[in-house]
């Protein structure tokens, strides 16, 4: 199969990033039994080579370290990243990459879903990594090829949830957040049926101390509710 080549990635300025992200995730289950949730939070949008330095009284609130990411044993997430790419056979993702994320809250951290929009040096984007973690402890990462509506196509192949074997596949639209976030995914079976649609919706807020402040007052131990 020949990869999808890459593809221009909306111009996101520099002082955007880092990003938060004021958000709602909603599940939505229509098999065994139908079953929907939804919750706030706040996700951050991060430069993975030029992560947040945030002023001392405020690091407890917000950390992003390597062993959340890619096994936990690289010496950074670029690092844990750029291995995983080149398992893969992926060279040419050697320019800015984009993750969207949970950080370290007083030590904790949860991260369902990690996602790391990759580029070239010309600022294209080549391919998007989608990391996954279950309440086991463990993690799997989708290497996809989204076309021109950021959708992508991939085989479940990974335990997530006592309520679905690893059967079917994913339709993932992950387009790359602006001054909006909106993702989606939906596990499809073979007969036909969607069993299972998760979205994430948010609107862009500038990650100061004011803004993170406000974020996890808004939502203190984020993560802690999604574990």
Known sequence: MTPAPAIPSPAIPATAIPSIYACEIAHVR???LRHSLRRRTYLWLVDIDDLP????????????DARDHFGGR??????????FLARQG???????????????VFNHVFNPL??????????????VVAEVHNTY???????????????ADAAKTFYVSPFFDVEGSYRMR?????????LSIQLRHEDGSRPLTATVRGRRRPADAAGLLAAALSHPWSTLAVT
Do not use: K, N
């Open 30 to 32: 229509t098999a065994p």
């Open 90 to 104: 992926v060279t040419d993702a050697d320019g800015r990459v984009l993750m969207l994320a949970h950080a370290r």
């Open 174 to 182: 992950l387009p790359l957040p602006a001054e909006r976030l909106g």
């Open 53 to 64: 330095r945030l002023p001392r009284f405020l690091r407890p609130l917000a950390r992003f």
């Open 74 to 83: 690289a010496p950074s997430i670029r690092a844990g990243l750029d291995a």
């Open 114 to 127: 990690t996602v790391y929009w990759c580029h070239d040096r010309a600022g294209r984007q080549v391919c």
């Open 137 to 151: 402890g463990g993690r799997h990462c989708y290497l996809l090829r989204p076309d021109a509506q950021d959708r």
